[in-house]
């Protein structure tokens, strides 16, 4: 294992502390339990945006902490789900009495934990609605989860609904709209390579030479098929088709396209992608009128990559278009 840390078990802490001295004007770190929030919480009448889930996806999470996006996120251990005081605490944090949303992917253990925090929070007086993003197509149940994994719309819906807050909707309207977000956009994802979590020291899975997996999970979970490499033009279309099908777009239709390195692959391969994700989409008549490029949703130093699809509605553009100030994604601001 070649890997630029100081010992696996402090890699989390170490990681917080990294944040926490680069960005002090946009996030404050809580330790013990772990958690993010936006320098300036609680923002009074702002409904509190809180997500979470194990580390070793940056900038998800974390690094989508700050206006215009999330109020805070909880990083549990590598892979490793955050614990319901990890989430109560930084809902409490962010709490400016408006109400909190917890926008969850759908992993087991993200769900039971952030229903633990979010009846604690109830308990205490804090109106929380929790949203679970589910819109992994690849399969319908996975190692870690009943039904479709929750991926690349989850960095969607935390940018629409942190600009819906910003804007000070109400906690239902946040909601309904984060629901909405989950409804109209659906991923799927490949790899070339595994990862390696620091802890075990040695690769989640293997894959030959000349092989890739197609419809991989974020923590190394198998897909729907182990198969000899492609062409990128091949490997967009087994990626899209099922996305544009699941979703029911048709010409005409407008789409936000995002494409995700899983930690490994550069920005050179990804605008290919990109290339021939546009030529797939605009010969069907469909149109993307935004788009997301970069490592957003990673797997550690996984080599591959993930196609997220959303069908924008004019509520949607503007809200992507307003301005974010994260340590990951930043415009307009």
């Known amino acids: 294992m070649k890997k630029l840390i100081n010992k696996p078990e402090d890699v989390v802490n170490e990681e917080l502390q990294g944040i926490e001295a680069a960005h002090p004007d946009l996030v404050r770190v809580h330790y013990d339990p772990n958690f993010i929030v936006r320098a300036d919480a609680p ?40 614990t319901p005081d990890q989430m109560h605490e930084a809902t409490k944090a962010v709490n400016g009495g408006a109400g909190v949303v917890h926008i969850v992917k759908n992993y087991t253990g993200d769900i039971m934990n952030f229903e633990m925090a979010a009846d604690l929070a109830g308990s205490e007086g804090i109106e929380v609605e929790a949203i679970v993003v589910d819109d992994d197509v690849a399969v319908q149940d996975s190692l870690y989860t009943a039904g479709r994994r929750g991926v690349g719309t989850t960095v969607l819906a935390e940018k629409i609904c942190g600009a819906a807050a910003e804007q000070k909707r109400s906690l239902k309207e946040v909601a309904d709209l984060c629901r909405r977000v989950n409804e109209s956009g659906r991923s799927m994802g490949m790899a070339l390579t595994s990862c390696t979590v620091p802890a075990a020291g040695n690769p989640t899975f293997e894959l030959g030479d000349d092989e890739m997996e197609i419809g991989i999970g974020i923590h190394g979970e198998p897909g729907r098929e182990r198969m000899k490499i492609e062409p990128a033009s091949s490997i967009v279309g087994r990626l899209t088709e099922p996305v544009v099908e699941d979703i029911g777009l048709s010409s005409g239709d407008e789409v936000l396209a995002f494409v995700n390195s899983m930690g490994g692959t550069p920005l050179i391969e990804l605008y290919i992608v990109y290339n021939e994700l546009n030529k797939l989409l605009s010969g069907r008549g469909i149109k993307i009128s935004r788009n997301l490029i970069g490592p957003y949703i990673t797997s550690l130093e996984m080599a591959g990559c993930s196609i997220t699809l959303l069908k924008l509605d004019d509520d949607m553009t503007k809200l992507w278009d307003a301005p974010v100030l994260t340590p990951g994604l930043r415009w307009g601001a």
């Open 43 to 82: 923002v009074q009448g702002k409904v509190g945006l809180v997500s979470g889930g194990g580390s070793g996806h940056e900038p998800m999470h974390g690094g989508f902490v700050g206006m215009g996006m999330l109020d805070a996120a909880c990083p549990g251990e590598v892979f490793t789900s955050p």
